[in-house]
Antibody, heavy 125, light 107 residues
Framework: EVQLVQSGAEVKKPGESLKISCKSSGYSFTSYWIAWVRQMPGKGLEWMGIIFPSDSDTRYSPSFQGQVTISADKSITTAYLQWSSLKASDSAMYYC??????????????????WGQGTLVSVSS | DIQMTQSPSTLSASVGDRVTITCRASQSISSWLAWYQQKPGKAPNLLIYKASSLESGVPSRFSGSGSGTEFTLTISSLQPDDFATYYCQQYNTYPYTFGQGTKLEIK
């Protein structure tokens, strides 16, 4: 059974750093891209970026480039999303998702067929 | 970025109704469009991919159509479990943007 299990909710202060995780199981971790998606309170879904754990090839949305870092550790089948200095505006639910590749598209093209349960990040002074 | 615009933003309907949600892309995305359903407090769930392909395990009352810039999601006969928010997403061009969502409410 494919599962993506995310780390628990976080409460942080502005300026603090944070790294949240997404542990995958039930499939070949190095064969699928992993995505991160943001959902701010009461708002829609935003595609942040993707990583291919096999070689750590990473693509970011321009809106998130330089704001976050996506990484993966294939030895423990875990992907990460991290911030070096949080802002209040980073308060949101963050989901990881497995990307099922569409082979007609360039690398990283596809849909999200399995999702983590979400990690709620709250940033407040 | 490609802008994805869904209409309506909110839709009130009754059990048994046939409903259609529209998604328009700001430029052609061929058939690289997906639809997701999200219930409160839960992660999204993939319903349709490549505009009209039904994801395994999704009830056949859900269907998708369209290509280029205009797409629709149709639920043929609403069931109580279908009241949720629906999002379209293009995956033709980075970044793979989502529509703003359509909330389907009970009338």
């Amino acid at each position: 059974e494919v599962q993506l299990v995310q780390s628990g909710a976080e409460v942080k202060k502005p300026g603090e750093s944070l790294k949240i995780s997404c542990k995958s199981s039930g499939y070949s971790f190095t064969s699928y891209w992993i995505a991160w998606v943001r959902q701010m309170p009461g708002k829609g879904l935003e595609w942040m970026g993707i990583i291919f754990p096999s070689d750590s090839d990473t693509r970011y949305s321009p809106s998130f480039q330089g704001q976050v870092t996506i990484s993966a550790d294939k030895s423990i089948t875990t992907a990460y999303l991290q911030w070096s200095s949080l802002k209040a505006s980073d308060s949101a639910m963050y989901y990881c998702a497995r990307l099922r590749r569409e082979w007609e598209l360039p690398a990283g093209g596809g849909v999200f067929d399995y999702w983590g349960q979400g990690t709620l990040v709250s940033v407040s002074s | 970025d490609i802008q994805m615009t869904q209409s309506p933003s909110t839709l009130s309907a009754s059990v048994g109704d046939r409903v259609t949600i529209t998604c328009r892309a700001s430029q052609s995305i061929s058939s690289w469009l997906a639809w997701y359903q999200q219930k409160p407090g839960k992660a999204p769930n993939l319903l349709i991919y490549k505009a009209s392909s039904l994801e395994s395990g999704v009830p056949s009352r859900f269907s998708g159509s369209g290509s280029g810039t205009e797409f629709t999601l149709t639920i043929s006969s609403l069931q109580p479990d279908d009241f949720a928010t629906y999002y379209c997403q293009q995956y033709n061009t980075y970044p793979y943007t989502f529509g703003q969502g359509t909330k389907l409410e009970i009338k």
